[in-house]
């Protein structure tokens, strides 16, 4: 039996760069969306940036190890066996918990996770326990106080977050405006001596407390902290007065941007506070994990006893953690940083719902989200009536965004401005190193979104055009937030019971936990696959030069894959083939997400061109309509084939599969001498193209007369019915909308060439 414990504590430690890897992967948005949404650095220096804040924090954090040991339950009154019971079952719960929410992409709390799921295990031994020896009750075992101690703060959290992020930002705002250029030159550096001083005294100073470090002792006898405490006025105000010279100095003589330097120096400070506050979440448990097997071990040699008679009274005290073990973890933690697509994704959610402009949303609309913004907007107008006028208007004046600077050289846009990039920074890493220094677990991802939704409300950036779909946003992460903590626990309690029967069974769940990650990673790929623009279906660089040659690619990479499916769908269903057609459904589900793309960004696509190219804008727009038309035709054929085939009704017969075959032969021919004609730029044959067209739809208008004869003579079924004759309705929409694409593209082309 201890060659199992040894085992285990193996597994421990291999689940804790498991989770490692996934919890970084979720967690890496906290401090890396503020400084890649203002394109504050190229995305190197970030990454570099980043990396040493976390590798130093890591070091920090020992001080916050104690909530995995005792900080939700008793552990003098459990087993060494239930001790272990409870870590792997946390383990196993938390890599799966986590790596399902980085595939979609969700922000979650790695703190929320740790806390329910080492609540859910212990309640089930607890439970179990109680059962089977009596004499003390649930509430006895878990360390009731703390545990709501700890859920009580992380919940406040969210709500001062969000109101500090939103005052702090529209005061900032207010100060500053949109027009930093002017602004920045005069309070900039103030501004981020303020700024720099806040990093290093709610970081450096209170972030230190509590690490082993803080204890160390000077000359005269006192610790560091006593230092600190003594000194604290002086501390902060020196920094205050060298920051600002410092910042005011590398402006005058190095014109460096004082914005990008607090903004690096806060993501450096948010990271540090990351990896100071957050690291117990990934290693916390195996190292107690470790410590349990360290105390069992020892007075297993002196004594005997054995790992179900031992209960773990040395846990009540500190327990060190190995540096060594820190810096390993943040060596982990930086490379995955590196590395990982995942934290790719999350971080793109956040910045979806924090960007300043408008355009495709990824959420959509709810009655709650719509309820708010209709509440929102009536009480703005009631203080539009209580506000002066001429106060209204000088506030309005504050938060007016310039016009950007019309320039033919290509640069990133940026999500949001350096000034609210600062302001997400210092506001969360201090929220957070206030909370590390009163041991208080705090949900780094639950601070540094709510504060980053409060920036962006006070900017403005949930405007009327956008307000709907980023609340609806925010809910569903928050939403995501109370699921988590349900699942987790939930997850974890279930284990428990289950590993409670045979601790062998660890290692079939484990087999369990592999197998959810193998298929997580592949629907991870085939999400990062779909949302990954096609440059033949949507790019954003179009421009007056290149807008006609754009849209030709467009349509004909459109109309190649169109006429491909559309084969493919009456081949399918022809032979009954459920396989080809669920791949189907897969493609034409992309190819309508990208045409969706695409015509969610043509306004920002219009504006790029010239003033006076209103000729190439109607043309440009017409094209992305019938772009759009063409797909739902597709759609509409392809989802009601594969439902037909999945609920297994007969396919066509073969007077139905002649008759479908030969229209499908014709469009296939129509449609690729179509794409020769726009690729040649040559539209003397397009009267061919149009009789063609006009015999296809008699081909079409005999088929469905052909079908009506089937139906009054009951050769055929309803479904079969149903299928068919919307088969051949959207047939003909396809054909129409592929003629009235190649005359407008005629056109567009005629138009461009005499503007040449």
Known sequence: MEILYVVLIGLLFILAISDLIVGVGNDAVNFLVSAIGSKSAPFWVIMIVASSGVLIGAVFSSGMMEVARNGIFHPEYFFFSEIILIYIVVMLTDVVLLDIFNTFGMPTSTTVSLVFELLGAAVAVSILKANAHGGMSLGEYINTAKALGIITGILVSVAISFTVGTFIQYLTRMLFTFRT?????????????????????????????????????????????????????????????????????????????????VVLAGTFALAMAFAGNDLVNFIGVPLAGYSAYTIWATEHLASGVAADNFLMTGFQGKVGTPVLFLILSGIIMVLTLWFSKKSRSVTKTSLELSRQDEGSERFGSSALSRSIVRGSIILSNSFKYIVPNAINARIAKRFEIPKPAQTTVKTEIAEF??????????????????????????????VTFMVAMGTSLADGAW??????????????????????????????????FIINLSLYLVFVILGITLFIIYKSKQLHEKREELSTPSTAIE???????????????????????????????????ATENLRNLKNDISDVKELNFKTKRLKDKLAKNIVKLKDNSIENGHFYVQ???????????????????????????????????????????????????IIQIMKDDE???????????????EFVKKARKAQIKRIKSNVVGTRNSILYLNMLAETKNLVLYTINLLKSQRDFSSSFKNKK
């Open 181 to 261: 250029e002017v602004t920045i030159k005069r309070y900039g550096a103030i501004w981020g001596g303020i700024a720099i001083t806040s990093i290093f005294y709610f970081l450096l100073l209170k972030g230190f407390k509590g690490t082993p470090f803080a204890e160390y002792k000077l000359a005269d006898g006192k610790t560091y902290m006593d230092w600190v405490n003594e000194h604290i006025s002086a501390i902060i105000l020196f920094s205050f007065i060298i920051g600002t010279i410092i910042l005011q100095v590398l402006n005058w003589a190095f014109k460096a941007n004082i914005l990008k330097i």
């Open 417 to 446: 401005d350096l000034i609210r990039a600062s302001v997400n920074l210092v506001v969360s890493s201090a929220l957070i190193a206030m909370g590390t220094s009163l041991k208080l677990p705090l949900s780094t991802t639950y």
């Open 463 to 496: 405007g009327r055009e956008s307000a709907v779909y980023r609340i609806t946003g925010v809910i569903s992460v928050i939403g995501g937030w109370f699921f988590t903590a349900f699942v987790a626990f939930t997850i974890a309690f279930i284990f428990a």
């Open 539 to 573: 790019d954003l660089e179009i421009s007056d030069t290149n807008v006609f040659a754009k849209s030709t690619d467009k349509i004909i990479y459109t109309l190649q894959t169109v006429i491909k499916l559309y084969c493919n769908t009456i081949k399918g269903v």
């Open 623 to 673: 094209a992305v309509d019938y772009l759009r038309e063409i797909v739902h035709s597709i759609n509409y054929i392809v989802e009601p084939a594969y439902e037909h085939i999945a609920n297994n009704h007969k396919g066509f017969s073969e007077e139905q599969v002649a008759e479908i075959t030969f229209i499908k032969d014709n469009i296939l021919n129509m449609t690729n001498r």
């Open 683 to 697: 539209y003397s044959t397009i009267e061919e193209i149009i009789q063609q067209q006009a015999e296809i739809l």
